[in-house]
């Protein structure tokens, strides 16, 4: 069996201006991470900016090319169901679910970096719709990362992960990005299916 990536340019393009601007992002820290980290306080002082760009920038190089990596392997997963303008749209809805499940939901997580939250949402939506493909893998993506989640929210990420990224894993935001792309996937299914005569 020979696999075939998504290498078309409407299959890959959104990947990769991701990638370009968490690059972008590390080479101009700490001044990028000051000005566009996701930072409780700032957002309160009304710069809502950071509810989108602290998914972009990271703490250090090991962070950014775990999640450079995490981006590669969904896009080879999933970007058969990737357009440019459609990832584009999900992933910054999935920024969005991320920043505000923080925000909302755990009060006590003042400061937060890095594209792991989108990507877990941008997973689930992947999933989702190799389900409604009929791709049985789907099935098995999804019930693997609940239960990376679960585990997650049961047992905390590991130490030698926080020390690699130099921060603690925000995995409130794991569940957060997640439950955003299901959310996606669920609004997205309802308005594509024909309405009822």
């Avoid at 340019?9 to 959104?14: E, K, M, S, Y």
């Avoid at 991701?18 to 101009?28: D, K």
């Avoid at 989108?52 to 775990?66: A, D, Q, R, Y």
């Avoid at 995490?70 to 303008?85: P, S």
Wanted: aromatic share 14%; proline share 3%; with cysteine.
């Amino acid at each position: 069996m020979i696999v075939s990536l998504p290498y078309r340019p409407t299959q890959c393009l959104g990947p990769l201006l991701i990638a370009l601007l968490a690059i972008l992002g590390f080479l101009f820290s700490p001044y990028s991470n000051d000005w566009f980290a996701y930072d409780r306080y700032a957002i309160e002082g009304f710069e809502t900016w950071r509810l989108i760009s602290g998914n972009i920038v990271h703490t250090n190089g090991f962070h950014l090319l775990l999640n450079l990596a995490g981006l590669i392997l969904l896009w080879a997963l999933h970007g058969d169901h990737y357009r440019i303008g459609l990832f584009l749209k999900l992933f910054v809805w999935c920024c969005l679910g991320t920043s505000l499940g923080i925000y909302f939901f755990s009060p006590s997580l003042i400061w937060y970096a890095g594209l792991s939250g989108a990507l877990h949402g941008v997973f689930i939506w992947g999933a989702c719709m190799d389900i409604r493909m009929g791709i049985k893998s789907g099935w098995l993506l999804l019930a693997g990362i609940v239960f990376k989640l679960g585990m997650e929210q049961w047992q905390g990420s590991s130490a030698e992960l926080a020390e690699l990224i130099d921060a603690n894993v925000a995995v409130d935001a794991h569940l957060y990005g997640a439950i955003s792309g299901l959310a996606l996937f669920l609004v997205m299914w309802a308005l594509s299916r024909p309405a009822q005569k």
